[in-house]
């Protein structure tokens, strides 16, 4: 290649380059391609993902429009028994949501196992259990557990 046919091909990619920037900065299609918060998590939701708040506003919110105060009395762990059981538990693979399901029963986590297993497969967190170990106490919700069974 000789001097002018560098400077022909360098002045050819400046101008495309110069047609793309002014179509994609001047046509104003950047403005709309970041979705908000509310638009992102309907979008995760929509898709099967489960969107959890942050640690500390997790702890602000007392209860989701979905929970009926009925299911919260369910989940709840009775009031005679004032003492907190940890466990950790160990998910490997190919454990059912029954086997987890009996296994934190027997340990005195859960007071319905039965409950617990309809309750992971009615909010499809039975096909997102994580494999390894996991802290559970006795005064965790359904819900918190399995959030913590699937994160």
Same mark, same amino acid.
């Given at each position: ?6 400077? !022909?091909l360098s002045?050819? *990619? *400046?101008? %495309?380059?110069? &047609?793309?920037? @002014?179509?994609?900065?001047?046509? !104003? ?5 970041? /979705? %908000? %918060?509310e638009e ?9 993902? @489960? @969107? #959890?708040? /942050?640690?500390? +506003? ?30 950790? &538990?160990?998910?490997? #693979? ?5 086997? *987890? ?7 005195? *986590? &859960? ?5 617990? +297993?309809?309750?992971?497969? +009615? ?8 494999? !390894? +170990?996991?802290? @559970?106490?006795? $005064?965790? $919700? ?10």
């Amino acid at each position: 290649m000789n001097k002018a046919s560098m400077q !022909g091909l360098s002045a050819g *990619i *400046i101008f %495309t380059t110069t &047609i793309f920037a @002014v179509c994609y900065y001047g046509t !104003g299609l950047i403005k709309g391609a970041t /979705p %908000t %918060t509310e638009e992102a998590k309907e979008l995760l939701e929509n898709e099967g993902f @489960v @969107v #959890s708040l /942050p640690m500390k +506003e997790a702890k602000q919110t007392v209860q989701t429009p979905k929970e009926t105060d009925q299911e919260l009395e369910e989940k709840a762990p009775s009031k005679k028994d004032l003492s907190i059981v940890s466990y950790t &538990i160990k998910i490997k #693979s190919n454990m059912t949501t029954s086997e *987890i399901a009996s296994r934190l029963s027997k340990e005195k *986590i &859960i007071d319905d196992a039965a409950g617990f +297993e309809a309750y992971m497969n +009615e909010h499809d967190f039975s096909k997102k259990i994580q494999i !390894g +170990e996991f802290v @559970v106490t006795n $005064t965790m $919700t359904f819900r918190q557990l399995a959030h913590t069974l699937t994160h």
